[in-house]
């Protein structure tokens, strides 16, 4: 398996909705993150997860939350977001010192 | 600072007409450097990564170079299914495995 899968490609929630993001990889990398990207820019840094831990949290609003169960998963709680933060959310994977596999992304939309 | 800067923003080729995108970037203790090419709405796919000035990787008909200030990926022959975003991104030294990302090329191919 040398996918990063994230569900659900697409998701429309209101301002005062709770919803979330999931990434799964199972390619035994230690690293995942999480980016987002508006139209037309390059992917920002968003969080860093190794073994497990968060390493890196870019200043992110507290309204994005962060969570990784275990090696394989990487979740994004959304909570009370802003039509600002409408983009799209891309999950990313890699060996210490390699590459990333990025996932597909969610189109996300906030009402 | 870390930074990666992309040119040109956007390239129009003929089919056939064989051309070159640029990667300049300033990094502390450069780890790697990645090219990705992403499609609209598509999280970015991986093409190549190169860690030592000298270096080359090819790929169908993209081949990347590298030197201690930039990084070269020349499209030979293109056709219209390479028409996409070519993204540049760098690993500095001490970075917890981050990337850092420039704008893109747009790279449009008309038959």
């Known amino acids: 398996d040398t996918e990063v899968t994230q569900t659900p490609k697409h998701l429309v929630m209101g301002m005062t909705n709770k919803k979330s993001l999931k990434c799964e990889q199972h390619m035994g990398h230690r690293a995942m993150y999480w980016y987002k990207q508006k139209a037309k820019k390059p992917p920002e840094l968003m969080f860093v997860?190794?073994?497990?831990?968060?390493?890196i949290n870019e200043s992110v609003p507290s309204r994005f939350s962060p969570e990784c169960p275990n090696s394989s998963l990487l979740n994004l709680h959304l909570h009370a977001l802003q039509p600002e933060d409408s983009a799209l959310y891309l999950c990313a994977s890699s060996h210490q010192g390699g590459g990333y596999t990025f996932g597909s992304g969610t189109r996300l939309t906030v009402v | 600072e870390d930074q990666v800067t992309q040119s040109p923003e956007a390239l129009r080729l003929q089919e056939g007409e064989s051309s070159s995108l640029n990667c300049s970037y300033t990094v502390s203790g450069l780890r790697g450097l990645f090219w990705y090419r992403q499609d609209p709405g598509k999280g970015p796919e991986f093409l190549f990564t190169l860690y030592s000035a000298g270096e080359e990787k090819e790929k169908e008909r993209l081949k990347a170079t590298l030197t201690k200030k930039e990084s070269f990926l020349h499209i030979t022959a293109p056709k219209p299914e390479d028409s996409a975003t070519y993204l540049c991104a760098v690993r500095p030294g001490g970075s917890q495995g981050n990337l850092i990302f420039g704008k893109g090329t747009k790279l449009s191919v008309k038959p």
């Open positions: 997860y190794s073994y497990e831990k968060l390493s």
